[in-house]
């Protein structure tokens, strides 16, 4: 699982890890459907995650938000929010240290289609997060490796 400390390892500085946060617009079909006109956060999670939202806004109920400077909750380490790495969906049906029991239908369909993105969810922690998605190590190194492919959305 990426960690803040990992992300910022492979990028070498924070200026060079912080090089992907910016203004991402919103797909029109998303914007109003709980989610804002433009969201401030990393490329290299925003762009496959609203693309993967932009075809399933039947499963968003509300909008946790993205970019936050803040550590883990409850936690000493930073959280891949300070870099704009993930982002909290559906936090009042889904919410932190419980299990799914709410739309469990639509959870399972989204986890499914976010992993085939790179994108990991944290419902199956030790203390569940499931509202939480961010991106995987392996989303991270692509980015790194090619970032020009991340510039829709
Ligand atoms: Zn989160």
């Given at each position: 699982m990426l960690t803040y400390k990992r992300a910022l390892s492979l990028a070498g500085s924070e200026h060079a890890l912080m090089a992907g946060c910016r203004i991402h617009r919103v797909p029109t079909e998303l914007y109003g459907h709980h989610l804002p006109a433009r969201v401030y956060g990393h490329e290299a999670f925003l762009c496959p995650f609203l693309r993967v939202l932009a075809g399933r806004r039947?499963?968003?109920?509300?909008w946790g938000g993205c970019f936050e400077v803040r550590k883990v909750r409850g936690g000493r380490a930073i959280s891949m929010h300070s870099a704009g790495l993930a982002a909290d969906l559906n936090h009042h049906v889904w919410p932190l240290g419980r299990p799914v029991v709410l739309y469990r239908e639509d959870f399972d369909a989204l986890v499914e289609a976010m992993a085939v993105e790179g994108i990991d969810n944290g419902g199956g922690w030790t203390r569940p997060d499931p509202m939480h998605f961010q991106a995987s190590e392996l989303l991270f190194r692509e980015w790194l490796a090619s970032p020009e492919k991340f510039s829709s959305f």
């Open positions: 039947e499963l968003i109920r509300s």
